[in-house]
């Protein structure tokens, strides 16, 4: 069964500066997919970024880069150049492999999240 | 703006009653799921649609139940609530499993709350 694991249940960072958010996973598929959302206060998920299990390179996203490090099953978040505006829940999740003969893809299992909250 | 509608927005019933949530999701996408958010239980996945048919099934309730119709929108029912059946939940979808990252894009939820 796979499984995700966010350590730090809150976080604090002072505007314009970076953060790190952790999150380890496992699992025994050879192919899934590591995602990070953000849900504001208002509620809604919004994705941030991706990274394969395959992919060679770390993923970056404008100011949001994904730490891939395959060997320690580890997929953190680096925030850079905090806003205001980051202030919100993060969720990492991971992708199943896809299923029924790669016709759809898995669904995501989450972490328990982290709060960020960025100070003026 | 994801693409994805959920309706309603808020839904408040008592113990016992019975409730659907609907989702319509991005033009094209032919999977669904659907997500429970609590504060006890965090984001859990409870059942996946594609193109019409059942998929996969998480920690669904048998009070719970989902299809999704020929138009691809999806319902999901709610049967013989219960308090802790209160929170938020939400329907994604995304697109076929024929390469890319198979990202999930996620409606606003419908925030239900049970008295």
């Known amino acids: 069964a796979q499984k995700i694991t966010q350590t730090q249940p809150g976080m604090f960072v002072q505007e314009k500066e970076a953060v790190t958010l952790d999150c380890t996973y496992d699992?025994?598929?050879?192919?899934?997919?590591l995602f990070w959302y953000k849900q504001p206060s208002s509620g809604e998920m919004i994705f941030l970024i991706y990274?394969?299990?395959?992919?060679?390179q770390n993923a970056t996203e404008g100011r949001y880069s994904l730490n891939f490090q395959k060997a320690r099953k580890s997929a953190n978040l680096v925030i850079s150049a905090s806003q205001l505006g980051d202030s919100a829940m993060y969720f990492c999740?991971?992708?199943?492999?896809?299923?029924?003969?790669?016709?759809?893809?898995?669904?995501?299992?989450f972490g328990q999240g982290t709060i960020l909250t960025v100070h003026p | 703006d994801s693409g994805v509608t959920q309706t309603p927005k808020h839904l408040i019933t008592a113990t016992g009653q019975r409730v659907t949530l609907r989702c319509s999701p991005r033009?094209?996408?032919?999977?669904v799921y659907w997500y429970q958010q609590s504060l006890d239980q965090g984001l859990q996945f409870l059942i996946q649609?594609?193109?019409?048919?059942?998929?996969a099934k998480g920690n669904i309730l048998e009070r719970f139940s989902a299809q999704q119709f020929p138009d691809l929108h999806s319902e999901l029912n709610l049967s013989s609530l219960e308090l802790g059946d209160s929170a938020l939940y939400f329907c994604?979808?995304?697109?076929?499993?024929?390469?890319?990252?198979?990202?999930?894009?996620f409606g606003p939820g419908t925030r239900l709350t049970v008295l």
């Open positions: 994604a979808s995304s697109d076929h499993g024929q390469g890319g990252s198979g990202e999930q894009f």
């Open positions: 699992t025994s598929d050879p192919s899934y997919g």
């Open positions: 990274q394969g299990s395959y992919d060679q």
């Open positions: 999740a991971m992708r199943e492999a896809s299923n029924a003969g790669g016709t759809s893809y898995g669904k995501l299992t």
């Open positions: 033009s094209g996408d032919l999977s």
């Open positions: 649609y594609y193109n019409g048919e059942e998929r």
